[in-house]
């Protein structure tokens, strides 16, 4: 969370295909845009300064990096928010098939009993 607080005390804005975007303006972009914005932020990242353990970072080389963690963390995010509505999808599918089943059983349950129990069974 430290991250969104340094980005949003430095009103950081992020370029996109779709222009400027603030730091929550980023949810809205898909997975492809995130990706790919992802991708160009560490090349920017790498590209921006020679490795060295001697010279220190510059602000934009920090600005950069702090862009594209920013970025990572969001495009990280939303990949889990989607497998877990992918799994949630899938037990709800899962849980219906077995509900209807149960439905089914008991249903063939009922067509085995005979009338007198049948009226008993009547509410």
Known sequence: MEMYKEANKQKLRFQTNKGLLSTEQLWDLSLTDLDTLAVSLESAHKNSKGKS??????????????????????LQSKVEDAE???????????????????????????????ISQLEKLRR
């Open 53 to 74: 353990f001697l010279e220190k970072r510059t602000t934009t080389d920090k600005g950069i990096k702090l862009q594209f963690d920013i970025v990572l963390d969001v």
């Open 84 to 114: 877990a509505a992918a799994i949630e999808r899938e037990n709800k599918e899962h849980n219906k098939k077995i509900d209807e089943l149960i439905a089914e059983k008991q249903g063939e349950a009922l067509k085995s009993k005979s």
